[in-house]
């Protein structure tokens, strides 16, 4: 049977020119020796044709070897499957054929999570967050019983904060008979730092474009590869490696599974992603344990930063320290006239992209602000500076000018709704003058 390969030469057809920024992408992304070696042997094979029977495409077999190693290794767990795409598919994958009908999640979830435990069929149960902002262990344990299928929790949470009861949680989940699924939308807090197998986690997706650089929505495909714990590798999907006496081989097939494996079928057509798994392998590659490990070290010493910086005029959603994203609540505008979305808007207007609005749920008028490991001192000061001032401004009574904005852009303040509802898709020409006089 013939099989499709959905990157590189697809994409070469269309004529975007994607193979060959992938190429370039790895090639000098990667510095160090090692990995030069077997970067390079990766971005080759994206030339190879895109009509080609799966098992002479070895590129595929060797980009799933490599990065399942990697992941493998920083999430702790025992096996990895790459082809999934983004959070909602990755969560299904727990979530099919379990007779128990409940699945807990967090009031501060992402809405992937209850949407994906809804769409699978699952009644969700909203547990409540304590004064901290983290799980509420006892609100959890309460809602425990045999009915449970799951649990599905984010850490560090949307808050950005640690779950500190993690280890609990984990175990209770279990002394029901049921399973720990984890978001792993935040990886990038503790990757090389905290392996989520030795949490008790079960499933944890790992959004590549989230940890590991790869582009996402409107720069490109999303690709959350799937980690699984011995209890449930049986199960993974399709197409999975395997390593055995032979080397490493690769199951297509659900009759090729060996011993108790009984893989659920396909998530995804062809083998997911692999533009993003080569981007992600580039990224491992070229940074190493010890590089990981410090980006996860910069991004939490950034989000602290700014909650240091903004602390004493913004208004922290929680004490302490936060993990990769630090959460303010609309508090210190009170008063103001300004709103969450006329500060965000005024943003625009001083040149920055505004942060996350109104998410995570769990806190009024969210501002949740994530620097990321890559801005450097220089960049946050300036930041800091204008989200101060402006928050100055608001107190001191601009409401007027907040509401107006942003002044500066093609495009002033949009209707939101109309936007929603009739969203403008494609761009059309401005009509000639005389004809948009008349
Ligand atoms: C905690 C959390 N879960 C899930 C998602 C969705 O992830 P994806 O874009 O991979 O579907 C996000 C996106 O920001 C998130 O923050």
Redesign the pocket.
Known sequence: MVRLVDIGSACRRRGYGQPERERSHAETRTSRVVAEQDVGEVAGGLHEDVVQPLRQVEVVRLVARLDVQGQRSRAGVGDAQPPP????Q?EEHEAKGDPRRRILVPES?????PATAAACGYEVEAISADADGRVDLDHFRAQLGPDVAGTMI?NP??CGLFERDIVAIAEAIHEVGGYFYC?G??FNAIVGRVRPGDLGIDCM?I?L??TFSTP??GGGP?S?PVTLSAALAPFAPLPYVVHGKDGFGLVEHQGDARGHGQPLGRLKGFHGQMGMFIRALAYMMSHGADGLRQASGDAVLNANYLMASLGDLLTPAFPGPCMHEVLFDDRFLKDTGVSTLDFAKAMIDEGYHPM?MY?PLVVHGALLMEPTESESRESLDQFIAVVRGLAERAKAGDAAAFQAAPMLTPRRRLDETAAARRPVLRWRPEEPREQAAE
């Open positions: 795409a983004a959070t909602r990755c979830a992402h809405g992937t999570n984010t949470n949307t978001d939308a935040n997706h959004n474009h989230k996402h929505g999303g959350g996350t998410f």
